[in-house]
């Protein structure tokens, strides 16, 4: 089981950046595969991006792709979601999660979730 916890979140305007965080508990962080998915008002749960236990495969959603980039730093618990060139579109509470069976873009394969954290990009 892991404890997951994202940090990172505010308000923007178009353009700008941010780097959310999501720190995990536990020594066993390394064996999870970890993503990042978002929910903006109205919609449903979308992903965004994952990555596999060592970091070496990720996955983007092709709205973000080319915009944000996962991380991760097994050493320190901790998954990242470096977010550039916001959109109004990007606008959404964003949560990290994990599984410990393969790299995913599918919601429903993630048995743990963080408490999300808001982004509000303005125009």
């Known amino acids: 089981q892991v404890q997951l916890v994202e940090s990172g979140g505010g308000s923007v305007q178009a353009g700008g950046s941010l780097r959310l965080s999501c720190a995990a508990s536990?020594?066993?962080?390394?064996?999870?595969?970890m993503g990042w998915f978002r929910q903006g008002p109205g919609k449903e749960r979308e992903f965004v991006a994952a990555i596999s236990r060592s970091g070496g495969t990720t996955y983007y959603a092709d709205s973000v792709k080319g915009r944000f980039t996962i991380s991760r730093d097994n050493a320190k618990n901790t998954v990242y979601l470096q977010m550039n060139s916001l959109k109004p579109e990007d606008t959404a509470i964003y949560y990290c999660?994990?599984?410990?069976?393969?790299?995913?873009?599918?919601?429903?394969?993630?048995?743990?979730w963080g408490q999300g954290t808001q982004v509000a990009v303005s125009s």
């Open positions: 999660a994990a599984n410990m069976r393969h790299t995913s873009v599918v919601v429903d394969h993630y048995d743990y």
């Open positions: 536990g020594r066993t962080f390394s064996s999870y595969y």
